[in-house]
């Protein structure tokens, strides 16, 4: 990351709408954690159940929850500002990017690197060595492609986006503007579709996979994560998604805005995921889903094919809502006693039926 210029307390309140009690002039250059943090960086509490541990604290700023600064200036006497906002993460998050801006290249192509001649590329992208670029390929204003990409042919690339080293964007996929895609990322492979003949002798024919996939502005993709192209039609992820490392989506997924995903879930082709679905990882998701905005769905969780989650909150194989979940595993903890119970329960009724028979 390159590092942005230093900004005062009072600078930094503003960018977050806080307000900032003590030395608003105090000049902060960089994050950290509240345990590391020493002169001229700033840290930050989420909540007030956490205040303690910021005895000690050497940062020159602190951002706290609201109502919360004079307590803060207790704790860490040696804290020269302290920074009041409703979201103390999200406060950091935004002034982590001001103090500590992405990485710009300035404009370059690499020697190594082979272009298409008809390939259409913005006088201001970095492309880096050993990159690849097909026919009829566009490239916006502002983007970086790193070491080792490869992009197929007709592929559209927009603005200010980051191709990581490693990354592969088939033929004839579309990528917005400020999308980062990290190393080893596979956009447009073949989806997984076969067709059973009858004469088991051939096999499986492959099923034809000539959609496109279609990845819409300020999206973010982990590393090795692969999204198929549609077999027919689109793949589409939908904008401000973020997927984490090792993410599958099947061929024909519909991805909604604003949709997270943790590492490893695998989707199955033809599922929707409306807008603000929140996936924890390892799920597995069957074909012909349909996730309903608002739904919040638990790790290692499993949702069959064909089923409707609707908004709340899902977990377990397979899925079901929160409560009923902890019901169950409840029961299921009880099952080594009540097979105790049972045995024993054999055993009186046993001894009973004996009893009858003398």
């Avoid at 903890?333 to 105790?340: D, H, I, K, Y």
Wanted: proline residues 4%; hydrophobic residues 40%.
């Amino acid at each position: 990351m390159n590092e942005g210029k230093a900004k005062t307390a009072d600078e930094l309140a503003i960018l977050v709408r806080g307000q900032v009690t003590g030395d608003a002039q105090v000049l902060i250059e960089c994050i950290a954690s509240i345990d590391s943090a020493g002169p001229g960086a700033v840290a930050f509490v989420e909540d007030q159940k956490f205040m303690e541990t910021l005895q000690g604290c050497a940062a020159s700023a602190l951002i706290v929850p609201e109502g919360s600064a004079e307590r803060a200036h207790e704790l860490a006497d040696k804290v020269s500002a302290i920074i009041e906002t409703s979201q103390p993460k999200l406060a950091f998050a935004l002034i982590a990017g001001v103090l500590h801006p992405q990485k710009r290249r300035k404009p370059f192509i690499h020697p190594s690197a082979v272009i298409a001649e008809n390939a259409d590329i913005d006088l201001t992208v970095f492309i880096g060595p050993h990159v690849a670029i097909g026919e009829g390929c566009r490239i916006g204003a502002g983007t970086r492609i790193e070491a080792g990409v490869v992009i197929g042919d007709h592929v559209r690339v927009g603005c200010d986006s980051v191709l990581n080293p490693g990354v592969t964007l088939y033929d004839d996929v579309t990528i917005g503007d400020r999308v980062i895609l990290h190393a080893g990322v596979v956009i447009g492979a073949d989806g997984f579709g076969y067709v059973r003949d009858s004469d088991e002798q051939r096999g499986y024919h492959k099923f034809p996979q000539r959609g496109t996939v279609v990845i819409e502005d300020d999206v973010e993709l982990g590393a090795h994560t692969c999204v198929d192209r549609a077999a027919l039609g689109q793949t589409r992820i939908g904008r401000g998604t973020k997927l984490d490392n090792l993410v599958h989506v099947g061929h024909n997924c519909d991805i909604g805005e604003r949709v997270v995903i943790a590492a490893q879930t695998g989707i199955s082709g033809s599922v929707t995921i409306e807008d603000d679905v929140v996936i924890g990882g390892q799920v597995g998701f069957g074909d012909h889903i349909r996730v309903m905005s608002g739904a919040v769905i638990g790790s290692k969780a499993g949702v069959l094919p064909g089923k409707i989650v609707r908004p709340g909150v899902w977990w377990g194989i397979p899925i079901q809502p929160l409560d009923e979940y902890k019901r169950l595993n409840a029961h299921l903890a009880r099952v080594p006693e009540m097979r105790e119970e049972i045995k024993e329960l054999k055993k009186q009724l046993g001894e009973l039926q004996n009893k009858f028979r003398d």
